[in-house]
């Protein structure tokens, strides 16, 4: 199993007697490799903060998070951050590329801590494959601000992928897209998911995007439900 979560609970915002308002409420989910599914619910239900456990970018209040049978728990900081480098891509609503670097360069930024000329020669050609793939080949030597916001998310697609991670969290992809960019991104994110075998979750409004993938969930009232 690439994922598990167990009995996975967050609250937030104690009140003054010390109470919480509970977003996550002892979910369980085990995601496999190559799995693609997505996760909606209403505004504030807690989807983000799902996804920030899954990628060890924030703490369940207990439960536990297990990564190819490894508890995340026993890892300290720097294994933590060796964990999301190497196997966890992340891809938000904004594209955060730094506005100073060309799209080539902002693609390669997770691969400097690569400690071996091998591996970080193997992600500029697979910068290369990627960027031409998603359609910005010719673009390598551009910078943010002379490319479109849909090109920018698809850059950042590719930053996400540079490392060839196992999964790949997605948080509101397609948010900041008009309605034809965003179409373009939901069909990218299917089929690098079946080209490169990566497992894929998607936290996302758009029901159109939820539809499209294998296994859809959603989250409310801290449950984590199955939708058909």
Known sequence: MLLELIGITRSYEKDDEGRGRSVLDGISLAIQEGESLAITGPSGSGKSTLLNIMGTLDAPDSGEVKFNGVDVRRLKEPGLAALRNRHIGFVFQ?????PQLSLLENVLLPSIPLND?????????????????????????RLP?????????????????????????????TGSLDHQNALQLGELLKELNRELCIAMVVVTHSLELAGSLAIRYRLDNGKLLPES
């Not at 904004?94 to 730094?98: A, V």
């Not at 992600?123 to 010719?138: F, I, N, Q």
């Open 117 to 141: 000329r091998p591996a970080r020669e193997k992600a500029a050609k697979r910068a290369h494959e990627l960027l031409g793939r998603v359609g910005l080949g010719d673009k390598i030597s």
């Open 145 to 173: 601000g002379q490319l479109s916001v849909g090109e920018c998310q698809r850059g950042a697609l590719v930053r996400a992928l540079i490392n060839g991670p196992a999964l790949l969290l997605a948080d509101e992809p």
């Open 94 to 98: 904004l594209h955060y590329l730094l």
